[in-house]
């Protein structure tokens, strides 16, 4: 309805009555004295709670804190559930080996969101429970009531409650001694139209902050034959130098440092010569070094070790038959075949002569050392030991029991 | 009364109001609708923008160069940005704590203070924010720490102690503001309804949203205040707890442990009040509202910060005490490295600052003179910060392996990004001043005793 269209207000209508008193008390008693009359569209209106005042107008336990309540289980189930399903269905994170799913550690975020989506409930119910905003009001036009958030103290009983009555409504109030009682008409002078300019900024606003959209819907659409755009380019392109590439910032140009200069990594210490050389003094050792345990679990050990890299050439009897043999043999192209480990001059080889040869190889067997620990090389040597022993023992070797056994 | 300040001072006139609530009304509104605020606010103003200034440009070096503009070094890669994010997390406590643990607590003398304390708490998670979003090395990507679904088909790390971080304070920034925000509608609305200006009465009257007072609404709105402040409650625990997290889930000796959680929330009540002392000395003065923040307030803040500074004593020595009792060398030798190492300078200086100089506030004439009260303030902040630069850098600098030890020496644009924060910190609290409610009229006239209902 424009303004031209409006009807020609002979009379407008009464919005309700006023009363101003000066203090709470006398605003608490004029309250109740409208409550027990049965009227229900009436308010009080003051610059600061009055506390207990709901109990003298007869308001009812507002149903926020269930609200509030609804929105806090809420916000804790959709925490819940965005976590376990992006972090344990849609991308699973592998952390310390935990199961991907194991909930602790998810608490705190569960928390946070509980306690967000109450505050906004909160804030947000009561706003939506209170009718705010709400920009224009019959009371606005009344001089007065400015005041009332500042120091005064107003009753307003609304001339659409069914116990209005224009006459007697204003003797209750007379009654309770207000300061000033006055008419409050319905607002006919303010628009209730958006202002123009509001509407336009909006408008313009709206659009302009649609742009960056539009520029990423349309490269999602397009194809371009051109590389990505780099906004950042030291960050895509690293300047961080490889391992064997000459560097000018030090002043050996090399990149690869070496250890600063009196320290070991963790276990590189190699204290113990007899058990990562095999050597004592300048002579190959011809015992195990005592930090080997000579037991059934270092022999095993060492059959396993044995078994995973030395049958492909060596065989699993040692007798230098492995599979890998078997086929360059077969090749014809020139193969220098892997030693038999019984021959003689191998088996009277001293102990820290064989953990030399596995360590640093020997003809075109490769070094072993950098593969296998020392521990287990030693655990090797072992085996071997009974390897060599197996395949050239006699019956002298065998005990009264075992000989009866195999009779 | 002083003449020389009455001069300078358009506020120490004779309060206008024929009655109590009139008066509280024009003590606070006047701020705002004073021609122009008092010189001192100028001078602080010009100061704390040429500081903003210095914080632009530090942060351009950094953002422009990267963060190694800062002075990280080999051990020490969270250095002065994490030392400062959690200062300043930390100063955010006192805020909340104010306007929700004292309301939950009934202490009523808390209105006059609880409306900038809650400010000071939103521009100090402003500064800290800063830190972590420059600190990650590539300030344009900080949305990567959010839930946004993204081309790479990846999700955060919800397990990390770190996103914790941004889910904690995200939501206690979020908390505050709606907090803060719903304290000052009806102080909006008396600024709306006292402005003779039209663009003050829109702008006003737009924040108010069109509030009138109804004892209705006025229900609602309580009932929404005490629901916001027992969710505030736990959430302010729980911040710097996660801060605390940190640091604690971690196998660092010295960050390593159980403590810190409920040590780290009493450090920073300590610190927040400690920062609310030292706004509020100068506040009350130069805007007139001694008969608003009296001394008694500042009294039973002096108080508190004395309470708090006893428990982080504590905390600092059952930190040693448990070094000892673990068996643990390492342990042992974090603790005595601390006391007695490379940073020892600073283990001391904050011992002083946070455990000895809070203890002139036994003397009840010493806490009741602005002057200690507000040096004490400013010495505790000082321990704050130096609190938190210990505990990062003597426990980096000193790990596990002689190999991986360092010294972290702090670079020029390290101390221009820490006073530069103050800039921006200081820049909007005088903006609040000037613009917004200081006080929470309607709470303070809540609680005079006109305000009480009197039945025959």
């Given at each position: 309805m424009s303004d031209s269209e409006k009807?020609?207000?002979t009379e407008t209508p009464l919005y309700g009555l006023i009363a101003e008193y000066d203090n709470p008390t006398a605003l608490v008693h004029a309250a109740r004295k409208v409550r027990d009359a049965g009227f229900r569209r009436w308010d009080t209106y003051t610059p600061f709670p009055i506390h207990g005042i709901e109990k003298d107008m007869g308001i009812r336990m507002t149903r926020l804190p269930w609200l509030v309540l609804g929105f806090a289980l809420t916000g804790m189930a959709v925490a819940t559930y965005f976590q376990y399903w992006t972090n344990s269905v849609d991308y699973r994170w592998i952390i310390?080996?935990?199961?991907?799913?194991?909930?602790p550690a998810n608490v705190p975020i569960i928390f946070e969101m509980t306690i967000l989506f109450s505050a906004f409930a909160a804030i947000g119910g009561m706003l939506f429970l209170n009718n705010?905003?709400?920009?224009?009001?019959?009371?606005?036009?009344?001089?007065?009531?400015?005041?009332v958030t500042d120091d005064k103290f107003f009753l307003v009983i609304e001339?659409?409650?069914?116990?209005?009555d224009e006459r007697d409504t204003r003797g209750l109030l007379a009654a309770t001694n207000p300061v000033v009682l006055d008419d409050v008409l319905e607002d006919?002078?303010?628009?209730d139209r958006i202002p123009a300019p509001l509407i336009y900024t909006l408008v313009i606003l709206g659009a302009v902050s649609l742009i960056p959209f539009a520029f990423i819907a349309k490269a999602r659409a397009a194809k371009t034959t051109e590389g990505r755009v780099h906004v950042v380019w030291d960050m895509d392109f690293t300047p961080a130098y490889k391992a064997q590439e000459g560097n000018p910032l030090f002043g050996d140009q090399r990149s690869m440092r070496t250890p600063p200069e009196g320290t070991v990594a963790l276990?590189?210490?190699?204290?113990?010569e007899h058990l990562y050389t095999g050597k004592v003094g300048d002579e190959w050792a011809s015992s195990f070094p005592e930090s080997l345990a000579l037991s059934e679990a270092t022999m095993e050990r060492g059959k396993q070790q044995f078994g995973i890299?030395?049958?492909?050439?060596?065989?699993q009897l040692g007798d230098g038959n492995g599979i890998v043999h078997q086929r360059a043999s077969k090749l014809k192209q020139g193969w220098v075949p892997p030693s038999d480990l019984h021959q003689t001059y191998i088996k009277e080889q001293p102990a820290g002569q064989i953990f030399g040869a596995i360590t640093n190889g020997v003809r075109n067997m490769p070094a072993y050392g950098p593969q296998i620990s020392a521990e287990d090389r030693w655990a090797i040597v072992l085996y071997l030991r009974a390897l060599q022993k197996s395949q050239s023992?006699?019956?002298?070797?065998?005990?009264d029991a075992e000989r009866a056994q195999l009779q | 009364m002083n003449t020389r300040v009455s001069i300078t001072n358009p506020y120490n006139g004779p309060l206008e109001g024929d009655n109590a609530f009139a008066q509280i009304t024009h003590n606070v509104s006047r701020i705002m609708e004073a021609p122009r605020p008092p010189l001192a606010w100028y001078i602080a103003f010009a100061f704390a923008l040429g500081l903003l200034g210095v914080f632009g440009l530090s942060l351009g070096i950094v953002v422009w160069e990267g963060i190694?503009?800062?002075?990280?070094?080999h051990p020490v890669a969270w250095g002065f940005p994490i030392v400062n994010f959690v200062f300043w997390v930390g100063i955010g406590h006192a805020g909340t704590l104010i306007s929700a643990i004292l309301f939950l607590l009934r202490q009523n003398w808390r209105t006059a203070i609880n409306r900038f304390a809650e400010a000071m708490t939103i521009f100090a998670v402003v500064c800290a924010a800063v830190f972590p979003g420059v600190h990650?090395?590539?300030?344009?990507?900080?949305?990567?720490?959010?839930?946004i679904p993204n081309q790479m088909g990846m999700w955060p790390q919800f397990r990390s102690p770190l996103e914790w971080d941004v889910f904690a304070v995200g939501t206690y920034a979020t908390v505050s503001v709606l907090f803060w925000y719903m304290g000052m509608i009806p102080d909006f609305a008396t600024f709306r309804d006292r402005s003779t200006s039209t663009v003050r009465r829109f702008v006003y009257g737009l924040v108010a949203m069109?509030?009138?007072?109804s004892s209705r609404q006025w229900h609602r709105y309580e009932r929404a205040y005490l629901l916001l402040a027992s969710l505030a409650t736990p959430l302010v625990l729980s911040v710097h707890s996660v801060v605390s997290f940190d640091f604690a889930?971690?196998?660092l000796p010295g960050w390593h442990?159980?403590?810190f959680p409920p040590y780290f929330v009493a450090g920073a009540i300590f610190g927040g009040f400690a920062m609310v002392v030292v706004l509020a000395v100068p506040a009350r003065e130069f805007f007139g509202l001694k008969k608003i923040i009296t001394l008694k307030h500042l009294e039973l803040m002096a108080k508190v910060i004395l309470a708090t500074g006893m428990i982080v004593g504590y905390a600092y020595a059952m930190e040693m005490f448990v070094a000892w009792y673990s068996g643990s060398i390492y342990e042992q030798f974090a603790f005595l490295n601390r006391a007695f190492g490379n940073y020892a300078w600073s283990y001391w200086t904050m011992i002083f600052c946070n455990?000895?100089?809070?203890?002139?506030?036994?003397?009840k004439k010493l806490r009741t003179n602005v002057w200690v009260i507000l040096i004490v303030g400013i010495i505790v902040n000082v321990g704050m910060w130096f609190e938190r630069f210990v505990i990062i850098c003597t426990s980096l600098t000193r790990d596990f392996l002689p190999a991986n030890w360092g010294a972290f020496i702090p670079s020029a644009v390290d101390y221009a990004t820490l006073a530069g924060s103050f800039g921006l910190f200081f820049t909007l609290f005088l903006l609040f001043c000037r613009y917004?409610?200081?006080?929470a009229m309607a709470e303070v006239k809540a609680f005079i005793p006109e305000s009480h209902v009197h039945d025959h």
């Open positions: 009807p020609l207000a310390s080996g935990k199961p991907f799913w194991s909930w705010l905003p709400l920009p224009a009001h019959p009371l606005d036009l009344k001089e007065r009531f400015r005041r001339a659409s409650d069914p116990k209005f006919r002078v303010t628009s276990g590189q210490l190699h204290d113990d890299y030395c049958t492909p050439c060596h065989g023992a006699s019956v002298n070797d065998l005990t | 190694g503009a800062w002075g990280h070094v990650i090395g590539r300030p344009w990507l900080p949305y990567w720490m959010f839930p069109g509030w009138r007072g889930t971690s196998q442990t159980t403590i455990v000895l100089a809070p203890q002139v506030f036994w003397f917004l409610p200081m006080v």
